[in-house]
C-alpha cells in the first residue's frame, strides 16, 4: 500500500488540475488509507478536503509547499492541530515577508513555528535537491541538517519523485547517499498535479496561463512531461523498486498524522472577555427589553414569548456575543451619521428589530425565527447589513480597532473559470491572438465554462458563432475542464470575520490586491472553522438616499417618512417608478401599474414576486387576480390558509414552505431547512425527488389525503429555483418606499443623487436624465464656473457635475475648485493656464460643453487648445479669443461627442434628429401610452438594457426599454421574432419596432409586443 | 562535441534493458546515464518521447524511443 503525500488541487491556482473530489475518488478506489493536500502556499482547499476524505473513508492530511526566503521549496505537513495552527503561522509570514504574488516564509519563523510539523525536503526545487543537482554534496548536506536542526530528526524526510524528469537518477542517488550518510528517511511522492496522465495538456495550459506563455513558448515553469499524476500504489512501487521503505514510509506518516482541523467550534469573541457566557445573554436581554419598548407601544403576552423564546435559542447556541458586536457596530454607525439597513433572514428576528439592527418588525409580520436561527440546524447566524457606500469602509475600520487587528480580516473569495474567462485563457495559452480571441468571447454569457456547447446551440445570435468551427472543439474541451477552478483570490465585498483567538491560528492571512488581509477561506468554508462572518456591504442607494435628503434640507425627515403617503402609492400605481429601489426594472414597472399597490404589503409582495421562481411558477398573474378579487382565493387544505392567506392563497416566501412543511408533513425545522436549501438552490433532481416522497408520506400519515399532498408539494415545487424570505423582502421594500417617496416630492434631489452615485441601479445616467426632464426638471449644462463637482440640484433643477466627465480625476478636480475659487474662469486659455488638468480632460470638457458660456465654439476651442498648452509655460498673457474662424461641430455631432464624453446629454435626446427621418405612422412613446390593448404601432427610440431573463415557458423572450424625448415604453419580443432580429437587437443602439400594444388590463402600463425590427441609419 | 543524426535505429535489449544497435557498425550499451520522458509538443498532436542517454562501447549516444510507434531512433552521438 501507499500513501500520496505531495498532491496538488486547483487550489494550487493554475498549476493543479484536477478536482479534489476526483483525486479522492480514485485515491479511496485504490483502498488509501490517507491523502495529503499540499497545495501551494495555502490551505484554502483544507475544508473541502477534510470534508470529502472523510466521507470516502480516508484519513486527510492537511499541508502546503511552501518557498522559503531564498526560494527553495519544502513541503510540509501537520501531524495534528498544532501542525496546522504553525502551518497557518508559516504561511502568513511568507505573505508578510514576500509579495502576494510570491510568498517568501523566513527561515526564523520556520524555526519558530516547527511544532506538530512534518517536513519532507521537496520536490527537485527544493534546497536539497538543488544542491545535488549542482553537484555539492556538502551544500545538498548542509540543507538537510537544516531542517534536522529546525524541525528534530523524527520530522524530516527525505522526499524522493521519480517523475521521470532529465538527471533524476543523479538526483535520487544524491538522495539516497544523504539518507545512509544521516539516517534521514526517505520517502516516496509523485508530486500530484492532476489525476490521469491524460489530465496533462490541462496543467500545462493553466501553468502557461500562470506564466504569460503560448504553448509554443519556453518558460521555466512549464512541465516537461505528463508524469505526476495521482499514481497508483502498483506504480509508485514499481517506480520506487530499489527503495521500497520509501513507500513503507509514507504509510508511517500518515498513521502519524491526526485531524488537524477542527471544524464546527464557535471562535467568535466573547463580547465581555472576562465574563462567562452568562453576561452576554444578559445584557443582550436587556438591550433587547428596552429596544422593545421604543418600538412597540406595549409589550403584550405573545411578543413577550417570541421574545424569550428568540433570547432562549441565541442563549442555546451561545451566539450571544454576536448579535453584541453587530448592537455594537451599529450604535458606532448611528453616532456618526453613517445610514445602514439590515437585511436578509435577520430580519426574521424580533431581537435583531429590537436592537434597530433591522427595520422590519418581524413580530407584527408574524415571521419565522427559525429561517433565521434554529437549534436543530444549529448552525451560525448571518446578518447582513447595507451601509452607506461612502462610508462602509469606516465602519469596517471601526471593527478592526475594536477587536483588534489580529483578530478581524475580510473573507476571501475565488474568482472561478466561467465561460469567457476560460476561453480567453486557453485560448491565449493555444497561442491565439487577441482579435480572434474577442470573437470568439463576443456574446458568450455569464454561464459555465462547461456549458459553452449547449449555448451554442441555444441562442439563435450565436448560429454561425465561430467557435462552431471543429479547430475549437478541443478549445471548447479545455474550457470545460476547468470550469469552475479558482483562478486567482479576491476580497468578499462586505465579509469580515472576527475571531476570539488570533486569526493565524485558523487561517493563513495574504493581502488583497488593495493590501487588506484576507483569510485563506471563503465564506462557505469559513464557518467550518468556527469563524462567524459579519456582512458590513457597500449601498449606494443608502449613499444616494442620504446625498438626496442632505440637499432637501431639515424639511425632509426621513426616518418620519408617512408609509401610507397617497402620492407616493398613485406614483407605483402609474409604473413610474424608475430610481426607485428594487422596483424600477421593466418587469416591476409594469407588475406595479397591474399591482396598483396601494399599502405596503404590497411592496414586499412585488419585491419578491419579480425573481426567476414566481416567474417560472406563474404566480404573478394569479397573484394579481387575487389581490384584485377577480379570482377566489381557496386553499386545497384548511392548514393553509393560515400561512399563505397574507399572499392570497400563493406561496411566495420561503418562510410560506417551511410553515407548510411543518404544518402539512410535520418536518422538523431540520428537515424543512433541507428543503428550502434544495429549492433554492435546486442543482439536485434526485434530492428533491427524495424530499417530495419524504414530503407526502409524511403529510399521508397525518391524515393527509394523497392526492392533496401531491398538490400541496406541485405549490413548492413551483418555487423552486427560487431563494427569497419575506424578511429579506420586507427590509428591501422599507427602502424601496422611502426611495419611491423620495422620488414622488423631491425628484430633482433624487435623480442627482442618483446621478452622482453611478454606476447603480437599472438605468444608465442619460435615462434618468430624460425622466427627469419629463417630471418638469430642468438639466443645466456642464459649466466650468457654475458646475459642482457632484450633480447639484434646487427643486425645478439639476446641474451637470464635473466628476461626469469621462478621464476626470479627483486632482484635476482639486485643481479647478481651488483656481476657481480665486476667480471665475474668463477663456479656455485661463482654465489651462490656471490648472492642471492634462489635455485629454480638457478636450473632454469641451466636448461636454463645460465652456460654452465662454465660447459657444466646441470645435473652434478644440482647435485652439494645443496652442494654450504650447504657450503655458512662456506666455503671461491671453489672447482675445477669436470667435468662429472655424465652423462649429453640427447640432448632431455636438449632441453625440457630448455624450461619449458624459454618458448623456444636456441638449436633448438623441431621437429629436432622427424623428424628422421616421415613417410619418411612428408614434412617440407618449402617443403609445395612451392606446390600448392590441392596437398596432410602429415607434423608434434608444435600446437600453437589452436583457433575457428566466421566462415561465423555458423560452427565450428578450426584454428591452426604447427611449424617446418623452420617456421610456418596454418591448417584448418573442423567440421567433427575437430568431429572426437577434442581431438587430444587440447590435444596433436605435431600433424602429412595429408590433402590437400590450395591456392585460386597463390600469398596466402600455408595452409592446414586437412583430418587426429595424435598425435607424 | 557531439552530431545530429535522427535516424531510425533496431535496438536489441537484454531482458528489459537495451543492450546493442546497429548504426553503420554495432554499438554494445554499457550504461544508460540518464533517461527521461518528453511530452512533446502535444498540441501538434506530437507523441510522448521517452529520451535515453547511453554510454556504449563507441561514444555516449542519445537514442529516442516513441512509445506510440514503438520505433527507437539514434538521435545523437557524442565523443
Known amino acids: ?1017 | 562535441m557531439s552530431k545530429l543524426i535522427n535516424q531510425p535505429i533496431l535496438l536489441t535489449y537484454a531482458g528489459d534493458f537495451p543492450s546493442s544497435f546497429f548504426f553503420g557498425q554495432n554499438f554494445i550499451i554499457k550504461y544508460i546515464l540518464q533517461h527521461w520522458r518528453e511530452a512533446g509538443q502535444w498540441w501538434t498532436d506530437e507523441s510522448e518521447l521517452f529520451v535515453y542517454e547511453v554510454s556504449t562501447d563507441r561514444c555516449r549516444c542519445e537514442l529516442h524511443f516513441l512509445p506510440s510507434t514503438e520505433q527507437w531512433v539514434l538521435y545523437r552521438l557524442a565523443d
Request: with cysteine; charged share 25%.
Open chain 1, 1 to 1017: 500500500m501507499f500513501v500520496h503525500l505531495h498532491v496538488h488541487s486547483p487550489y494550487s491556482f493554475l498549476d493543479g488540475a484536477s478536482r479534489l473530489e476526483a483525486l479522492l475518488t480514485q485515491a479511496a478506489k485504490w483502498d488509501m488509507p490517507a491523502m495529503a493536500l499540499t497545495d501551494h502556499s495555502n490551505v484554502s482547499g483544507a475544508v473541502e478536503f477534510q470534508k470529502t476524505a472523510l466521507a470516502l473513508g480516508l484519513k486527510p492530511i492537511q499541508g502546503a509547499e511552501i518557498t522559503t526566503e531564498d526560494g527553495t521549496h519544502l513541503t510540509l505537513l501537520a501531524e495534528n492541530r498544532d501542525g496546522y495552527h504553525a502551518l497557518c503561522r508559516l504561511l502568513t509570514a511568507g505573505y508578510a515577508h514576500g509579495t502576494r504574488h510570491q510568498p517568501l516564509v523566513p527561515w526564523k519563523a520556520l524555526a519558530k513555528n516547527n511544532r506538530g510539523l512534518l517536513v519532507l525536503s521537496g520536490c527537485h526545487r527544493s534546497g536539497v535537491a538543488q544542491a545535488i543537482l549542482r553537484k555539492d554534496y556538502a551544500q545538498a548536506k548542509a540543507e538537510a541538517l537544516r531542517l534536522v536542526e529546525i524541525f528534530g530528526s523524527n520530522q524530516v524526510y527525505l522526499e524522493i519523485i521519480h517523475s521521470y524528469l532529465p538527471f533524476t537518477k543523479y538526483l535520487l542517488g544524491g538522495l539516497f547517499k544523504l539518507h545512509e550518510e544521516l539516517r534521514i528517511p526517505l520517502v516516496a511522492t509523485n508530486n500530484v498535479h492532476y489525476l490521469r496522465k491524460e489530465d496533462f495538456p490541462i496543467h500545462d495550459l493553466l501553468v502557461c496561463t500562470r506564466t504569460k506563455t503560448r504553448l509554443d513558448e519556453l518558460h521555466l515553469d512549464r512541465p516537461i512531461n505528463g508524469e505526476n499524476y495521482l499514481t497508483s500504489p502498483e506504480e509508485m512501487k514499481r517506480r520506487f523498486a530499489p527503495f521500497p521503505e520509501a513507500i513503507r514510509n509514507t504509510l508511517e506518516i500518515a498513521d502519524r498524522c491526526s485531524l488537524a482541523l477542527d471544524l464546527g467550534k464557535n471562535l467568535f469573541p466573547r463580547y465581555f472577555p472576562h465574563a462567562g457566557p452568562e453576561k452576554s445573554i444578559q445584557v443582550l436581554g436587556e438591550l433587547t427589553w428596552n429596544g422593545a419598548q421604543k418600538r412597540y407601544a406595549s409589550i403584550s403576552r405573545p411578543l413577550r414569548e417570541r421574545i424569550q423564546h428568540e433570547l432562549e435559542i441565541i442563549k442555546q447556541l451561545d451566539v450571544a456575543d454576536y448579535f453584541l458586536a453587530v448592537w455594537d457596530l451599529v450604535q458606532y454607525a448611528k453616532e456618526q451619521n453613517i445610514r445602514y439597513a439590515g437585511r436578509g433572514s435577520a430580519a426574521d428576528s424580533v431581537v435583531v428589530y429590537c436592537l434597530e439592527i433591522t427595520n422590519v418588525d418581524a413580530f407584527a409580520r408574524g415571521l419565522l425565527f427559525e429561517r433565521f436561527l434554529s437549534l436543530e440546524r444549529a448552525q451560525k447566524p448571518d446578518i447582513d447589513i447595507d451601509f452607506d457606500a461612502r462610508h462602509r469602509d469606516q465602519v469596517a475600520q471601526y471593527v478592526y480597532e475594536r477587536y483588534g487587528p489580529e483578530r478581524v480580516a475580510s473573507v476571501c473569495t475565488f474568482q472561478t473559470y466561467h465561460a469567457r474567462s476560460a476561453l480567453r485563457d486557453m485560448g491565449k495559452a493555444l497561442g491565439l491572438p487577441l482579435s480572434e480571441l474577442q470573437q470568439l468571447t463576443k456574446n458568450i454569457t455569464s454561464i459555465p465554462a462547461d456549458g459553452i456547447r449547449s449555448l451554442l446551440h441555444r441562442l439563435p445570435e450565436l448560429k454561425k458563432h465561430p467557435l462552431h468551427q471543429a479547430k475549437y472543439s478541443k478549445l471548447l474541451d479545455y474550457c470545460a475542464a476547468i470550469t469552475g477552478f479558482p483562478r486567482q483570490m479576491g476580497t468578499h465585498l462586505g465579509g469580515l470575520v472576527v475571531s476570539g483567538e488570533p486569526l493565524t491560528t485558523v487561517t493563513p492571512l495574504q493581502p488583497s490586491a488593495k493590501g487588506v488581509l484576507i483569510t485563506q477561506f471563503d465564506k462557505d468554508t469559513i464557518e467550518d472553522l468556527g469563524l462567524i462572518k459579519i456582512d458590513l456591504l457597500s449601498l449606494r442607494t443608502l449613499s444616494a438616499v442620504s446625498t438626496a435628503v442632505n440637499q432637501v434640507g431639515p424639511r425632509l425627515d426621513y426616518n418620519e417618512i408617512p408609509i401610507d403617503d397617497k402620492a407616493t402609492f398613485a406614483r407605483l400605481q402609474k409604473g413610474e417608478t424608475v430610481g426607485v429601489f428594487q422596483l424600477e426594472s421593466p418587469a416591476q414597472r409594469s407588475l406595479q401599474s397591474r399591482l396598483q399597490a396601494d399599502r405596503f404589503e404590497d411592496i414586499v409582495a412585488s419585491v419578491a414576486l419579480i425573481r426567476p421562481g414566481p416567474i417560472k411558477g406563474n404566480m404573478v398573474d394569479p397573484f394579481i387576480a387575487r389581490r384584485h378579487g377577480r379570482e377566489a382565493v381557496t386553499y386545497i387544505h384548511p392548514k393553509l390558509e393560515k400561512i399563505l392567506a397574507p399572499t392570497y392563497g400563493v406561496v411566495l416566501y420561503q418562510e410560506q414552505v417551511i410553515e407548510i412543511a411543518t404544518e402539512i408533513a410535520g418536518f422538523t425545522p431540520g428537515e424543512s431547512d433541507r428543503l428550502r436549501k434544495a429549492m433554492t438552490k435546486f442543482r439536485s433532481q434526485k434530492e428533491m425527488d427524495q424530499i417530495q416522497v419524504d414530503f407526502i408520506q409524511k403529510a399521508v400519515k397525518r391524515g393527509v389525503e394523497k392526492e392533496t399532498a401531491e398538490t400541496i408539494f406541485s405549490y413548492v415545487l413551483g418555487y423552486a429555483g427560487y431563494g427569497f424570505c419575506e424578511a429579506h423582502a420586507a427590509a428591501f421594500a422599507d427602502t424601496a418606499y422611502r426611495t419611491a417617496y423620495l422620488l414622488e416630492h423631491h425628484p430633482a434631489q433624487f435623480y442627482a443623487a442618483l446621478l452622482n452615485q453611478q454606476p447603480m441601479g437599472f438605468y444608465p445616467p442619460n435615462t434618468l436624465c430624460v425622466q427627469a426632464k419629463n417630471r418638469g426638471i430642468t438639466l443645466a449644462p456642464l459649466d466650468i464656473n457654475e458646475s459642482d463637482v457632484e450633480f447639484t440640484a434646487t427643486d425645478t433643477s439639476i446641474r451637470i457635475g464635473l466628476k461626469q466627465v469621462k478621464g476626470m480625476e479627483a486632482a484635476f478636480l482639486n485643481s479647478i475648485v481651488a483656481a476657481r475659487s480665486k476667480r471665475h474662469f474668463s477663456s479656455l486659455q485661463d482654465f489651462v493656464y490656471r490648472t492642471n488638468v492634462n489635455k485629454d480632460v480638457v478636450e473632454n470638457l469641451i466636448l461636454g460643453g463645460a465652456f460654452d458660456s465662454l465660447l459657444n465654439n466646441r470645435r473652434m476651442l478644440l482647435w485652439n487648445l494645443p496652442k494654450y498648452y504650447q504657450t503655458k509655460q512662456g506666455s503671461l498673457f491671453l489672447e482675445t479669443p477669436t470667435q468662429n474662424t472655424v465652423a462649429d461641430f453640427s447640432p448632431f455631432e455636438r449632441w453625440v461627442r457630448e455624450y461619449a464624453v458624459l454618458s448623456l446629454s444636456a441638449q436633448g435626446h438623441i431621437m429629436e434628429f432622427f424623428r424628422p427621418n421616421l415613417p410619418a405612422k411612428a408614434l412617440t412613446t407618449q402617443d403609445a401610452s395612451l392606446l390600448t390593448e392590441g392596437s398596432p404601432l410602429t415607434l423608434g427610440g434608444l435600446v437600453i438594457r437589452p436583457h433575457r431573463p428566466p421566462t415561465r415557458s423555458g423560452k427565450t423572450v428578450v426584454f428591452l426599454s426604447l427611449e424617446d424625448e418623452y420617456g421610456l415604453i418596454d418591448v417584448t419580443i418573442f423567440e421567433d421574432i427575437y430568431r429572426k432580429y437577434a442581431k438587430i437587437i444587440f447590435n444596433q443602439p436605435l431600433l424602429l419596432v412595429t408590433g402590437k400594444i400590450s395591456r392585460r388590463d386597463p390600469h398596466e402600463r402600455a408595452s409592446i409586443n414586437a412583430t418587426r425590427i429595424q435598425g435607424l441609419p
